[in-house]
Nanobody, 115 residues
Framework: QVQLVESGGGLVQPGGSLRLSCAAS????????MGWYRQAPGKQREWVATIRSGGSTNYADSVKGRFTISRDNAKNTVYLQMNSLKPEDTAVYSC?????????WGQGTQVTVSS
């Protein structure tokens, strides 16, 4: 089993940056994939980004070129660097981990982009 804890959310002005972290309770070295989803009020959950065990990454079109996902296996942590933030990026961001054929989820962290 894997517990995931997100951090780094907050309030930021449009055009600003935030870096989200997702710390896993055990080694993520063998995790098949890790990534981020987000859910804005009144909207369905939206996939944001994924990083696989080999290091390949994929991004939703809405964040491509602005967000960067990375992982530090030594720290059992996945990051989401978010630049050029827009009000429409406002949402609860949750990380996930696919390991041993099971999907694990964190509780989420709120990101609010507003002036």
């Amino acid at each position: 089993q894997v517990q995931l804890v997100e951090s780094g959310g907050g309030l930021v002005q449009p055009g600003g940056s935030l870096r989200l972290s997702c710390a896993a309770s055990r080694s993520i070295f063998r995790a098949t994939a890790m990534g981020w989803y987000r859910q804005a009020p009144g909207k369905q959950r939206e996939w944001v980004a994924t990083i696989r065990s080999g290091g390949s990454t994929n991004y939703a079109d809405s964040v491509k070129g602005r967000f960067t996902i990375s992982r530090d296996n030594a720290k059992n942590t996945v990051y989401l660097q978010m630049n050029s933030l827009k009000p429409e990026d406002t949402a609860v961001y949750s990380c996930y981990c696919n390991a041993d054929g099971v999907n694990y989820w964190g509780q989420g962290t709120q990101v609010t982009v507003s002036s």
